[in-house]
């Protein structure tokens, strides 16, 4: 049956399906039309397809692959066909773990030094680029696979905040910072965003953040006039409306726990304390069983106790949520760590938390069968 055909006879719902994803890593299918579903995964220099429920942080682990050179260091042999036998490599080793896309090779071009992923493509030249690219997608197709050459360069979270914000001055005819500004982003992008807004702006108040649902994973969607979108960045730029400040209202204080971040995997993985595994650490300092803070747990029992970092000038203290314990002995973060920082364990009890709100004279439900308050 040919995809005309297949289209013709879905409803108008199962095509709007298929535009989005069933789970964090898998599309929708269709057994009465025959259509399977399918597994997408990372993988530019190896797999990372995640066992169990996947999610958009990597806190879950993920199924034993074999970890490629990375892009920068296969691009330096200039050696395309190296590059369609790691491409086999990848296809072969993503179709025995029942993946059926790719997600690479990066195709990005290198525009600075300064970024983070410049690891993961291979190189500022786009001839050199796009001919070892070309060679990874062959072979990785090859194996009945999909490859799907990422990122495009404009969709770099630190370029795009910079972009959302000149492009917010210009819908405003302004060509200076606004007031105030509201941000709503994805939660695993969110810091860096902000971070592309302020080379544009400087640093000003704002409120929102990420948007995500009770779930670890944080599934959530960004709702515009022009559709819904799983990621990306929305801002609202405030001129001529009234002074704002930031204002803290958390009711957590510090306690005598401190240590020092002696290592990270990533940016939102602390892996140690004080050279002691983290999980074991923060254990400690609270009397518990670190077994029972594994896993999903940890989110649980440190609402009233998460971690703190100090600004340098030592009066603001930026909370630092741990999402999940590791089999490793690391913790999964809910935002970026750095290592040589000083970590403080804060504390405060439910009722404090609880108070900590204010009183909420109303609130608006859009949901069905709820009232007004």
């Known amino acids: 049956m040919k995809h005309a055909d297949l289209i013709g006879k879905m409803t108008l719902e199962k095509k709007c399906a298929l535009l989005q994803g069933a789970t964090t890593f898998g599309s929708w299918g269709s057994e009465r039309l025959g259509i399977p579903t399918m597994e997408f995964s990372d993988g530019p220099n190896g797999l990372r397809h995640q066992l169990g429920a996947a999610d958009h942080l990597g806190i879950?682990?993920?199924?034993?692959?074999?970890?490629?050179?990375?892009?920068?260091?296969?691009?330096?042999?200039?050696?395309?066909?190296?590059?369609?036998?790691?491409?086999e490599a990848l296809g072969e080793e993503a179709a025995a773990q029942g993946v059926g896309t790719l997600l690479g090779p990066g195709l990005c071009m290198k525009r600075s030094p300064l970024c983070g992923r410049n690891f993961e493509y291979f190189s500022e030249d786009p001839y050199l680029a796009g001919k070892m690219a070309a060679s990874y997608v062959r072979g990785i197709q090859s194996k009945g696979v999909a490859a799907c050459p990422k990122t495009d360069a404009s969709q770099d979270a630190v370029e795009l905040g910079e972009k959302v914000a000149r492009k917010a001055m210009e819908a405003a005819g302004k060509d200076e910072a606004p007031l105030h500004y509201f941000m709503a982003a994805s939660?695993?992008?969110?810091?860096?965003?902000?971070?592309?807004?302020?080379?544009?702006?400087?640093?000003?108040?704002?409120?929102?953040?990420?948007?995500?649902?009770?779930?670890?994973?944080?599934?959530?969607?960004?709702y515009t006039s022009e559709g819904a979108f799983a990621d990306g960045v929305a801002?609202?730029?405030?001129?001529?409306?009234?002074?704002m400040a930031n204002v803290y209202t958390g009711a957590y204080h510090e306690t005598e726990d401190v240590g020092i971040v002696t290592k990270t995997v990533g940016n939102r993985i602390?892996?140690?304390?004080?050279?002691?595994?983290?999980?074991?650490?923060?254990?400690?300092?609270?009397g518990m069983d670190v077994d029972g803070l594994r896993g999903g747990?940890?989110?649980?029992?440190?609402?009233?106790?998460?971690?703190?970092?100090?600004?340098?000038?030592g009066d603001l203290v930026a909370i630092r949520h741990p999402m999940a314990g590791n089999d490793d002995g690391s913790i999964s973060l809910g935002n970026k760590i750095a290592k040589n920082t000083a970590v403080i364990r804060m504390e405060a009890s439910v009722d404090e938390l609880v108070s900590s709100t204010g009183f909420c004279a109303s609130s608006v439900c859009l949901a069905p069968n709820c009232r007004e308050t």
Do not use: M, Q
């Open 187 to 222: 939660p695993a992008e969110e810091e860096y965003y902000v971070k592309g807004i302020t080379h544009v702006i400087g640093r000003v108040p704002f409120f929102g953040g990420s948007a995500a649902d009770n779930a670890i994973a944080g599934d959530w969607k960004l």
């Open 297 to 313: 747990e940890l989110l649980a029992k440190s609402v009233v106790s998460p971690l703190g970092v100090k600004d340098r000038l």
């Open 270 to 286: 602390l892996a140690e304390i004080d050279g002691v595994p983290a999980l074991e650490k923060y254990a400690a300092w609270r």
């Open 60 to 87: 879950a682990g993920s199924e034993p692959a074999t970890c490629f050179p990375t892009a920068v260091t296969v691009a330096n042999t200039w050696d395309e066909a190296l590059g369609e036998k790691i491409g």
């Open 235 to 243: 801002v609202a730029f405030f001129y001529g409306a009234p002074a």
